[in-house]
């Protein structure tokens, strides 16, 4: 499922605590897969899949943001 739309941005992490998300860097498509029950103990469970994509940094560019991702 491909997080493009409105709807996706409300998923709150702790409903899919079990679950990871892949994000692929938009610059220079360096790909990560993220743990959600790691990333709920850093921004809380009430955080939203949108707002993980919004804080992510690439590891191998330093960009912000400027990615997409989906939840696997």
Same mark, same amino acid.
């Given at each position: 499922m491909l997080c493009r739309l409105a709807? !996706?941005?409300?998923? @709150?992490?702790?409903?899919?605590?079990?679950?990871?998300?892949?994000?692929? !860097?938009?610059?220079? @498509?360096?790909?990560?897969v993220l743990e959600v029950a790691n990333l709920i103990f850093v921004v809380g469970e009430d955080a939203t899949t949108h707002d993980v994509r919004q804080r992510h940094v690439c590891p191998k560019c330093n960009s912000k943001g400027n990615n997409t991702y989906k939840v696997i």
């Open positions: 709807v !996706c941005n409300v998923i @709150k992490l702790g409903t899919i605590a079990n679950s990871k998300i892949s994000i692929t !860097c938009g610059a220079c @498509k360096h790909h990560a």
